[in-house]
Each structure stands twice: as C-alpha cells, then as structure tokens.
C-alpha cells in the first residue's frame, strides 16, 4: 500500500495560464485595495464621489473580495508542488530549502507591512510551512484534508456548540492603525503597521472565515499540481483544438460552480452567513478559475488577451509590494491623503491607473530581465 507520495516523473513545464491566473489576482487585490482606500476606514466626508459608489463597491466586492487573495494561494500551493517535485525527481529533498523559503517571504512581508497594514506573506510563510508535512502525503489523504478544511471547521463548530469569537479585539486595533493612517507622518504609520500588522491580519483570518479556508487553497494549489490539471494534457481534435481530459474537468467545475453560485445568489443566509459565505466565496473562486482555464485552451484569442496579464503575473511578488508602496502614497494622510478627497468609483480608477503603471513596468523589465526584480533576489537567496 502507498503511504506516502512519490514523483511521477513528469516534466514540469512553464504554466502560462498559471501566470494570467496570478496576473488576474493581483490586479484583483489592487483594485479592491483602492475600494478600501488601502485599509483606511475614517468618518470623514469625502469630497468626490458618485451615485453609482455603491454599486461599484458590492459588484467588485461580489467578485474580488476573498477571491483574489484565494488565487493568490491556490497558485502558491501550485508553485510549491512544481519545485518539491521537481527536487523529488533529481532525488532530493526540498524541504529544509522550502522553509527556508518561507523564512525569506516572511522577510519580504516585514518589509511589505511597514508601508500596508493588510500584508498576507507573513501569513502565507505561516501557512507554507505545513505544506511540508502534507506533501508527504498520499493522494486520498490530503483530498480528505481539503475536505475537511473547506466545510469551514471553526465556524461549523462554533455554529453547532453555540460558541462565539469575540472580534473587539481587532475593531480595537483597526481603529488605532486608521487614525494613523489618516493623520500621521510616515514613519507612525510604519511603526503602528510593524507593531499590529501581523495581529489584524490574523484575527481579520478568523473574522472572515478564511484561517482554514486560506490553508485549504495552499493544499488544493499543491494536490491541482499533483492531478497535473492546469495541463491540458490529451489528443487535438480536427480542428487542432486541444480535448484532453483536463479541460473536460475543468468544463464541469464552471458549470457546477456556476449553478451553484445561482442558487445561492437567491438564498438568505441569515444566522447561518458565517458558515456558509465563505464556502459561497470559495464556489465563486473555483468559477472565476474554471472560466479562465477553460478560455485559455479554448479560444485563441484570449490566450493573446490574457498574455498581458501573464507579464503581470510573472512579477507578482514584486508587483504586490509596489501596490503597497504606490497605494499607500496616493491615500495616506503623509501622502496624498486621497483617503479623504475620492470616492469608491474614483479610487477604482486610481487603481486602474496602477495596474496599468506596473504592467508597463513589467513589460519593461522582462525586455532585459527573465524574472521579476524581487523575484530574482527571492530565488537567489532560496538556493544560495
């Protein structure tokens, strides 16, 4: 009986609708930051805004909130599986290398917290590291696991026991950064972002359902790998269009994650909403990815679309930070202090504005770079 999992020695190649996928996700949290004006919740009146705010605001957060950061993940778990598996097939071990790994992204997200206060890659080198045990695996196991995770464990048992989480704690500490987001000088924001930062984010984890839900994501990305789905692996049909079994899997999970989508969109939740939204968030995750895979081998013009959005995606790690950097200038009271002055419509639009500043960027480096400025020193220190 197989205890646990080996390598199938298959060649693993460049996912370009991998890179599209985290193209989309960044450019997702960019704009949904800007939504949020980067984490600055203030009663202030805001001297420009739009009748149409908020129906801006529930459309983007029906569509990105959650669901980004989650594609952010699953393709996090993806990129862990590609390295362990390739390091199994050389007849090493990976492990003690990943962790390292995960020590220097924890070191990125230091750096990155300084400027935002909603940084996720302390969080992520937390989650990464289990990674490693599951890898280890079999297949059938870490299928329970996702299983286990995606139900929403914490919220199912404080549902069933009648056991609540008192969250006062981090309206407290929101309350505390935003003030020094709105009217401090720089180098406050920076020590208040350094002192709270990783607290708020883990207890914003626990808020919002996504402290299981998140590490669900990381060992899906990993066991996707594993399944070899984001390949479409099989026969080309008479017209030259790939029909492998893959796509055919992914067909199902749009259709099924779509209808269910449908009916839930009509169910009132009511006292059962913090079980079941995140559960609903993660079918429209599983959506969003089954579109974009499914018209990514289905359609060549949206491959040459989403092309732009893979020279995106292949600089993620520093695009995130840069959105950070660039955000918190243009809304922060040291900055800009737009915060104030623009309302969810304009400051999507400043959002759309950095997405197309970074992507020129990219395109910019990649004319003489083959990977990302972060993403250079990220891989250089990782096997130095």
């Known amino acids: 009986m197989r205890i646990m999992y080996k390598t199938r020695n298959l060649p693993n190649t460049r996912i370009d609708v991998a890179d599209a996928l985290r193209g989309i996700a960044v450019a997702g949290i960019i704009l949904y930051h800007s939504v949020w004006h980067f984490n600055i919740f203030v009663q202030e009146p805001i001297a420009h805004t739009l009748a149409c705010d908020q129906t801006v605001a529930d459309v983007l957060a029906w569509l990105l909130s959650g669901k980004m950061y989650g594609i952010f993940a699953m393709l996090f778990g993806l990129s862990f599986f590609i390295m362990n598996d390739n390091q199994q097939q050389k007849g090493k071990s990976f492990s003690g290398r990943f962790a390292w790994r995960m020590c220097l992204l924890f070191i990125f997200g230091i750096i990155n917290v300084t400027f935002y206060d909603g940084d996720i890659l302390m969080l992520y080198a937390c989650y990464g590291l289990l990674l490693i045990p599951i890898s280890y695996l079999p297949s059938k196991w870490v299928w329970c696991i996702i299983a286990l995770l995606a139900i929403q464990p914490v919220e199912l048992y404080c549902l069933l026991t009648g056991t609540t989480i008192d969250h006062s704690t981090m309206w407290e500490l929101y309350d505390k950064i935003c003030n020094t987001h709105a009217h401090g000088t720089f180098w406050e924001n920076a020590l208040v972002n350094l002192r709270y930062g990783f607290e708020v984010n883990f207890r914003f984890n626990v808020f919002s359902g996504r402290l299981t839900q998140l590490l669900c994501l990381f060992i899906l990305g990993m066991q996707l790998g594993r399944q070899r789905l984001f390949y479409n692996e099989g026969r080309r049909s008479a017209e030259g269009r790939l029909q492998g079994k893959n796509l055919q899997i992914w067909h199902v999970i749009l ?91 304009y400051a999507v639009m400043v959002g759309c504005g950095m997405v197309i500043i970074q992507y020129c960027f990219a395109r910019y480096w990649f004319r003489n770079h083959p990977r990302g400025p972060l993403e250079s020193i990220w891989r250089k220190l990782t096997w130095i």
């Open 255 to 345: 259709i099924t994650s779509a209808v269910i989508v449908t009916a839930l969109s009509f169910v009132d939740f009511g006292e059962l909403e913090s079980w079941l939204k995140p559960i609903y968030n993660l079918i429209i995750l599983m959506m969003i990815v089954s579109a974009v895979v499914s018209a990514w081998y289905a359609f060549e013009g949206v491959r040459r679309v989403l092309h732009h959005l893979c020279i995106f995606g292949r600089m993620s790690l520093t695009n995130y930070l840069l959105q950070s950097i660039i955000g918190c200038a243009i809304f922060c009271g040291y900055g800009l202090a737009c915060y104030r002055l623009l309302g969810v419509t």
